[in-house]
């Protein structure tokens, strides 16, 4: 159950982020949406997940390892061969992608470790069509840190459902990206009311050597 914060009798986002209740989420940080080939289809995407949204999730993974935080992550992912089970929008929109296919890997340099869990979805937020919440609750966590790919599509969905069923959804805006720098500094900007937004350095300091 989530623990409320309050600061002088007032509830609020912010407050110490414990370990032991916070999971780190790598929203559809997969093959299918970040590869060679699109350096030349969206040369802003690439420099920025090259240069920046991949090494910082790299410290984002350590740091919640080291201190005993979950890390979580979702990929685009059909169930079912014929892709029957995805969602109309997944259909309407042409994403069909293979189980157990390449496009469907997260990519290697954030690889899962351990029992890290995977998530197969087929709907922009994670929270209609897997079992998350039930995750999460099961295992203790009331903190979601949001991170990957698209800010303002599946990322941006993820923070508003997280918000309404009852998690603190923290959104990190230097480990997000989306396919211009506008439509992600107006994603932040719109769903900011839902979450505490923090840089990968801020929330480094703020967890747990």
């Known amino acids: 159950m989530t623990q409320p914060r309050f600061v002088d009798s007032v509830l609020v986002r912010d ?115 897997t079992n998350i919440a039930y995750l999460l609750r099961n295992i203790g966590i009331d903190t979601l840190i949001v991170t990957g790919f698209l800010t303002d599509q599946c990322v941006d969905h993820t923070v508003r459902d997280a918000a309404d069923i009852g998690f603190y959804p923290l959104c990190v805006s230097d480990a997000c990206a989306t396919y211009s720098q506008n439509r992600h500094d107006r994603a932040l900007e719109a769903f900011g009311g839902y979450c505490r937004t923090l840089t990968t350095a801020e929330l480094l300091n703020a967890l747990p050597e």
């Open 15 to 129: 407050g110490p982020l414990n370990p032991a209740r916070t999971a780190l989420l790598l929203v559809d940080v997969q093959n299918k949406v970040f590869n060679a080939e699109g350096a030349e289809q969206n040369p802003y995407f690439h420099e920025r997940v090259s240069r920046l949204v991949m090494p910082n999730l790299q410290a984002l993974i350590a740091r919640m390892r080291d201190c005993g935080g979950e890390v979580i992550y979702t990929v685009m992912e059909n169930m079912t061969d014929d892709g029957r089970d995805r969602s109309l929008d997944y259909k309407l929109s042409g994403f069909f992608i293979a189980k157990g296919s390449w496009e469907a890997g997260v990519c290697q340099s954030v690889a899962p470790a351990g029992d890290d869990i995977v998530l197969p979805k087929t709907s922009s937020s994670v929270f209609n069509s």
